[in-house]
């Protein structure tokens, strides 16, 4: 080689070094909240230390991990790959050669530092209980310290997979240790889990293998839970989304269906219509059972007792509202009678000084039938109105007493009735009589009482600052767009404000269900206070979508960028309860759908369908396709428990269970699977009832609602994105815009709804191009 061509050599060697250094010198770095800048790169690291190994972020040790020996024999081996800088997963793995008894195999963590921020998807109170597989919906455990974060995830392809290896979490925050592995496990309480001995391994292969997540986030709404989220969505929930999960047919055939049930082959026992101070009033009762059903073997009974309700759970009106949208798209004036004699019963609950009560019913008596004593219904000129029984009885809260949020929640459904249904002004000046009412309540730091005597206007004695704050601060909100009242705002504002400085930061998710429905576990230690072992609170779903939601509608309503930053913290909080895989041992399609609490057992609630357009509206608000993903898997897990021939493996479920199931009963759909805590092959987990406006008839509300906001295909110019809502393939185009395919091969007209400009129909008897 020339001199000439070995310096001009050395020269492009010497650029390219020096190129090189610059790429690593500007690769994107991030504070550590610990002091000194971090690589993306370097943020993770797992290394072997002892017996174990040390995870570290930023440089700085958080916790061991050591794995178990298995039948004397420690693991043949383990295996680290790391994903990206910040993830990685780790396994080990054992061959067993005869089968073994140990009751417990568990990777044991140690923390090294005291995190500020521990959580986990649900309670083990107490030495011995832990976090059993039933629960993995979005199973992780996190940890948070000034702004970093650090997550461990079960490896979701192998939990379940052995049938008598179940697979468990435990969490001991004061001790600063945690378990991962697989354990027997009992239900000594509804629902919290207990280990038990007789679990035994092989002959085979086992492994224990997990991801780790490590995160940087400081500011003041720092959010350990999105990159969890993401990553469990991404890695387990998509490739479900991508196959069609969690069901295989249009939202219009269910809603169908649901109508069909309610007011047809069941109608003589869901739809009520009566005479009520001289007023037609109609709605679906509160709650039927499979003895009502015509084919049942059995004569039928009354369970609990023959009621309307207009409660939070529980919303006549907001069920009347999708019958009525229903109505409207098809033209069906049954359905739309049948709506407004709801919105009459809602209407006619009586005000006094502008609170009402939430439940109208009337009692039971016992007769003979098929030579059985059963309960069945006096007659609706017995009827008296009354409050919801899901109530702190024992502190004094007697049924007299209005329950502030179903009446705020209620006076939210009459506002938006007005709004996007029919003008009513009845209905806006119930709700303002309410607020004059409401805005009195309000204490000096923001908060709305829980319970309140309707005569002497005296709250209970607890849950009188709680994140049942937020729907009245959202229906203040939307009260002041709709009437321009500054006062209204700045009462709902107010409200927002406190339960974001003592609520949301603190984790604090209790409102009625968490202790006043069917798990009162910690009711008399633990109300307002964390459980001290886990160092997180009895949590409730609800609270986080709420105060979501009236987030979100402060940020709507001031433009201030941190109620967005809040609201979307406390929506990938509320996303760590949604199912974003398909375990073996849940024997329904399990995609979207949501839990309750972290000391529950149901899969598939009703509550879904509530939270669906939620998450839509924040992919509206911040452009992150997943969350309009996850809405859209929720809506349309609303439908999976329903009997029908849409729902072939649900189907056969129910047969199992109830035989004499037919044609007449498809619409029937449980508001829940799994509510035990234990499900099998053979149908446990599947239910007996149907609460209409908690199940069928809220999901088929929520399916008007949406497509009348969304449409079946959402298309947003501005971000160059589209999705399909409702069986409609969409295929973005090179040249532009995106080609629509009605996966259902019917040839459909569907509504297409844009971000900006009108909404069309576009036929789709031939693939068709929108842009």
């Excluded at 049930?261 to 869901?270: H, I, K, L, N, R």
């Excluded at 009762?285 to 609990?304: A, D, K, L, T, Y």
């Excluded at 059985?372 to 899901?390: C, F, H, I, L």
């Excluded at 009188?464 to 504002?493: C, H, I, Q, V």
Aim: charged share 25%; with cysteine; net charge neutral.
């Amino acid at each position: 080689m020339s001199r000439r061509r070995r310096i001009r050599l050395i020269l492009i060697l010497s650029v390219c070094i020096i190129v090189l250094a610059a790429v690593i010198a500007s690769a994107p770095r991030k504070r550590s909240p610990m002091g000194f800048a971090t690589a993306e790169a370097d943020l993770l690291k797992i290394e072997a230390a002892g017996a174990g190994y040390v995870i570290s972020i930023a440089g700085q040790p958080w916790t061991e991990v050591a794995f178990p020996s298995l039948a004397g024999r420690e693991p043949d081996r383990v295996l680290i790959s790391r994903l990206d800088g910040g993830t990685a997963r780790v396994s080990a793995t054992w061959t067993v050669a005869r089968e073994t008894a140990q009751d417990e195999l568990a990777a044991a963590f140690r923390w090294r530092l005291k995190p500020e921020l521990w959580w986990a998807p649900h309670l083990a109170p107490e030495p011995g209980f832990v976090v059993a597989q039933h629960v993995f919906r979005s199973p992780a455990l996190i940890t948070a310290r000034e702004g970093a974060s650090l997550a461990v995830i079960p490896d979701l392809d192998l939990v379940g997979r052995l049938e008598r290896n179940p697979w468990f979490l435990d969490y001991d925050a004061p001790a600063g240790q945690a378990r991962l592995g697989m354990t027997l496990t009992d239900v000594p309480i509804h629902v919290l889990y207990k280990k038990k001995p007789g679990q035994t391994f092989g002959p085979g292969e086992v492994e224990i293998a997990f991801f780790v997540l490590a995160s940087l986030d400081a500011g003041p709404s720092a959010d350990p839970w999105r990159r969890v989220a993401d990553f469990l969505w991404r890695r387990w929930g998509r490739p479900l989304w991508d196959a069609g999960e969690p069901i295989q047919a249009p939202l219009e055939r269910y809603v169908e269906r649901t109508y069909a049930w309610a007011f047809g082959t069941w109608g003589p026992s869901v739809w009520q219509e009566f005479e009520l101070g001289g007023r037609k009033v109609g709605a679906p009762q509160f709650i039927v059972n499979i003895s009502q059903s015509p084919n049942s073997p059995e004569p039928w009974f009354q369970r609990e007792f023959l009621s309307i309700w207009n409660q939070a759970w529980f919303s006549s009106l907001r069920s009347a509202a999708g019958l009525y949208r229903h109505g409207r798209r098809t033209g069906n004036e049954a359905d739309l009678r049948r709506a407004r004699l709801a919105k009459e019963l809602a209407l006619a609950a009586p005000q006094t000084d502008g609170l009402f009560p939430s439940v109208i019913r009337t009692d039971n008596i016992k007769v003979e039938a098929g030579g059985k004593k059963v309960d069945r219904p006096k007659g609706w000129e017995t009827a008296y109105w009354t409050n919801s029984d899901r109530r702190p009885e024992e502190h004094g809260v007697t049924a007299e007493y209005i329950h502030i949020l179903d009446a705020s929640w209620t006076a939210l459904q009459m506002i938006r009735w007005h709004r996007e249904l029919e003008p009513d002004p009845r209905l806006p000046a119930y709700a303002e009589s309410y607020a004059a009412a409401l805005m009195k309540l309000q204490d000096s730091e923001g908060f709305f009482p829980g319970w309140v005597h309707p005569k002497t206007k005296t709250a209970g004695t607890v849950m009188n600052k709680t994140p049942e704050t937020s729907p009245s601060a959202t229906f203040l909100l939307e009260l002041a767009a709709l009437t321009g009242r500054k006062d209204y705002r700045a009462a709902g504002l107010k409200a927002v404000d406190a339960v974001l400085r003592e609520i949301v930061p603190a984790g604090r998710w209790e409102d009625f269900e968490t202790y006043w429905s069917c798990c009162g576990w910690g009711l008399e230690t633990r109300l307002g206070r964390k459980v001290e072992r886990n160092a997180i609170y009895k949590q409730n779903t609800l609270s986080m979508f709420w105060t979501a939601e009236a987030l979100l509608q402060a940020w709507r309503a001031t433009g201030r960028a941190d109620y967005l930053a809040w609201g979307r913290r406390t929506l990938d909080e509320l996303s760590m309860a949604q199912q974003v895989w398909q375990p073996p041992f849940i024997h329904v399609p399990a995609l979207g759908g949501f839990g309750v609490m972290n000391a529950d057992g149901e899969w598939n609630d009703s509550r879904e369908t509530l939270f669906a357009e939620l998450f839509l509206d924040y992919y509206r608000a911040v452009g992150d396709p997943v969350y309009f993903e996850r809405g859209i898997a929720a809506l349309r897990s609303g439908f999976v428990m329903m009997y029908a021939p849409e729902n072939p493996k649900v189907k056969a479920m129910w047969e199992k269970v109830y035989p004499w199931f037919g044609p007449a009963d498809y619409g029937f759909t449980m508001e829940n699977y799994g509510h035990g805590g234990r499900t099998s092959a053979a149908g446990e987990g599947m239910g007996v009832f149907t609460i209409y406006d908690w199940g069928n008839g809220a999901a088929a509300e929520a399916a008007g609602r949406i497509i009348d906001h969304y449409g079946q295909v959402y298309v947003d110019r501005a971000r160059g994105q589209a999705f399909g809502l409702d069986m409609v393939e969409v295929k973005p185009e090179a040249k532009g815009g995106w080609t629509l395919v009605d996966k259902t091969g019917a040839g459909r007209r569907v509504r297409v709804v844009f971000d900006k400009g009108e909404p069309r129909d576009v036929d789709l008897t031939i693939p068709a191009l929108v842009k």
